[in-house]
C-alpha cells in the first residue's frame, strides 16, 4: 500500500510520500537508542512538563487535527474533535499521575531477611509502536503518553493511509520540548517493520491492528525475546435481558454499532436480545439504524461517513453477501449506495450462524447481527461463542443477573447499562484472539517497565 492521504469520502489522492531509505531510517534508530540514555534519567516533574505542553498544543490546535483525521480516514468530524479532546485528557492524566504509579514499592524487609527490600519500575528503552487508522490520534496518545512518562522513547509506524496524522504527532513532542529522538515517527512500509523489529536498538513493540498483523508481530518478537502488547480485533457481544430500560439500549446499541462509521474493535457487533423482549428491541434499534444519516464527514449533521479504504468497504461487502447468500435476513440496509467514494448503509442482520463468514470473523463496519436466545445461559454461551474477548456490554437491572454476566462473560472489559469505551483511569485490553497485554491506567504504564526486585542484606 502506497503512503498516501486517500479521502475516503471521494477517493482522490491529496498527497503522497516517499518512504523513507535504509540509511534515514538507521539513523532514526541509533537517534532514539541515544536519545533513551540521557532522557531517562530525566524526572517526572521536567517529563510531566514537556507532556503537558504537548497537550496544550495540541488542544490548541484541535480543530485542524480533527479535519485532518477526518480527511484522512472518513470519520465524522464531531466524532473528530471529541477523539482529539481525548487525547488531551488522556496525556494530562499520565503528566498527573505517572510518578505515583510508578513509585518505588517497599517490600516487608523482615519477611525476605533483609535489612531493605523493595520494587522499583524503570523504563526499557525504545519501544516500537505498530499503529492502525482508526482512531489515528488516541490509539498513538495512549500508547505514547505513558511510554513517555515513564522514561521510555517511542518508535511510531503508523497505518500507511494516515500519514500526515502521524507525521503531526511525530512534530507535536518535540514542538513541545522533549529532547529530539524521543518521539519519532517512521515512514516506512509494512514489508519494512519486521526489520526494524528485529533490530537491537529496539527493546519492545505494541500493536494495535489486525489478528493477523498480531500474530506476525507477536511471532517475530518471540524470537527475539522481545516484549509485547497486542491489541486486536473484537466482536464484542451486546446483551438486552427482560429487567432492561429496551428503549435505552437500542438507541446506545445504534451508537455502539455504528461509531466511528462502525470501524471500532470495541463496537458493539452481535446483539443478543432475550425472548421477552427482543420485538420491542429489534424494532426500535431496526428503526434508529434506519434513520442515520450518511455522508460527507465534513457535514456536522452526518451520522455515518465512508469506510477508510476501499479494501475495508468491499471486505464488509463480502461478508454481507456471504451472511445473505447462506440464509441471513436484512432488515435494513445490505447494500452499497450509489455515490462517490467507500460508503456501505449501516445494515442489519437476523439469522446469522455456523458456516457463515461473519459468524466467525470481525465486522468492521456498520453491521449489525441480531439473536434471539431463552436466558441468561443461553446469552453467556453465545456471547463466549467467539475466538475474540475484548469488550462486551450487558443490559439488566438484575443484581444477581449482573454479576452472573460479569463473571461469566469472557473478555477484558464489561460494560453494564452502557456503552464499551475506553477512559485513562481503566485498564484496556482482551483475551483470547483479541490480543494480552493492557494499555491505560497504572496497568498500562507499567508494560514497557523493568519490574526490579532490590534485596539489600
Same mark, same amino acid.
Given at each position: ?117 523493595? /520494587? ?52 507535536? *513532542? ?8 524521543? *518521539? ?79 470501524? !471500532? ?13 427482543? %420485538? ?33 468497504? %468491499? ?51 456498520? /453491521? ?5 436466545? !431463552? ?18 456490554? /450487558? ?19 464489561? *460494560? ?42
Amino acid at each position: 500500500m502506497a503512503i498516501a492521504t486517500i479521502n475516503p469520502a471521494t477517493g482522490e489522492t491529496l498527497k503522497t510520500f516517499e518512504p523513507m531509505d535504509d540509511h534515514e531510517l538507521d539513523e532514526r534508530l541509533a537517534l532514539a537508542a541515544a536519545a533513551f540514555e540521557e532522557y531517562r534519567a530525566t524526572g517526572f516533574a521536567r517529563r510531566a512538563e514537556w507532556m503537558l505542553s504537548a497537550a496544550r498544543l495540541l488542544d490548541e490546535e484541535s480543530e485542524q487535527l480533527a479535519r485532518l483525521m477526518t480527511t484522512e480516514m472518513g470519520k465524522p468530524l464531531p466524532q473528530a474533535r471529541a477523539e482529539a479532546a481525548k487525547c488531551v485528557q488522556g496525556m494530562r492524566f499520565y503528566a498527573e499521575h505517572a510518578e505515583e504509579f510508578l513509585a518505588t514499592e517497599p517490600a516487608d524487609a523482615a519477611a525476605v531477611k533483609a535489612r531493605r527490600a523493595e /520494587v522499583r519500575y524503570q523504563p526499557l528503552g525504545p519501544v516500537l509502536a505498530i499503529m492502525p487508522w482508526n482512531f489515528p490520534c488516541w490509539q498513538v496518545i495512549r500508547f505514547a503518553a505513558p511510554a513517555l512518562m515513564a522514561g521510555n522513547v517511542g518508535l511510531l509506524k503508523h497505518a500507511s493511509n494516515v500519514p500526515q496524522t502521524a507525521l503531526y504527532l511525530g512534530e507535536l *513532542f518535540a514542538r513541545a520540548g522533549f529532547p529530539a529522538g524521543c *518521539f519519532q515517527t517512521l515512514l516506512i512500509e509494512s514489508g519494512r517493520v519486521e526489520g526494524v523489529l528485529r533490530d537491537g536498538r529496539v527493546v519492545a513493540a505494541t500493536l494495535t491492528g489486525s489478528e493477523a498483523a498480531g500474530a506476525s508481530v507477536a511471532s517475530i518478537a518471540g524470537g527475539e525475546v522481545k516484549k509485547t502488547v497486542l491489541e486486536l480485533g473484537g466482536s464484542d457481544p451486546f446483551v438486552v435481558m427482560p429487567s432492561a430500560d429496551v428503549a435505552a439500549a437500542a438507541e446506545t446499541g445504534v451508537t455502539a454499532r455504528v461509531q466511528n462509521n462502525g470501524q !471500532s474493535c470495541i463496537a458493539a457487533k452481535r446483539f443478543i436480545v432475550h425472548d421477552a423482549v427482543y %420485538d420491542a428491541f429489534t424494532e426500535r434499534f431496526v428503526e434508529g439504524m434506519r434513520a442515520l444519516r450518511l455522508g460527507d464527514p465534513m457535514d456536522e449533521t452526518t451520522d455515518v461517513g465512508p469506510l477508510a479504504t476501499q479494501r475495508g468497504r %468491499d471486505d464488509v461487502e463480502r461478508l454481507v453477501a456471504d451472511a445473505a447468500g447462506r440464509g441471513a435476513h436484512v432488515l435494513c440496509g445490505g447494500v452499497t449506495p450509489s455515490r462517490t467514494g467507500w460508503y456501505f448503509e449501516p445494515t442489519v442482520l437476523t439469522g446469522v450462524g455456523p458456516g457463515m463468514r461473519m459468524f466467525e470473523e470481525e465486522v468492521f463496519g456498520p /453491521v449489525a447481527q441480531l439473536y434471539r436466545v !431463552s436466558d441468561a445461559g443461553e446469552a453467556i454461551a453465545l456471547a463466549n461463542a467467539t475466538g475474540f474477548g475484548l469488550g462486551s456490554n /450487558v443490559w439488566t437491572t438484575d443484581p444477581d443477573e449482573r454479576e452472573r454476566f460479569i463473571g461469566a462473560l469472557e473478555s477484558g472489559l464489561v *460494560f453494564v447499562n452502557g456503552m464499551v469505551t475506553s477512559y485513562p483511569e481503566l485498564p484496556f485490553g482482551g483475551v483470547k484472539r483479541s490480543g494480552y497485554g493492557r494499555e491505560l491506567s497504572v496497568q498500562g504504564i507499567r508494560e514497557f517497565c523493568n519490574v526490579k526486585t532490590v534485596w539489600v542484606g
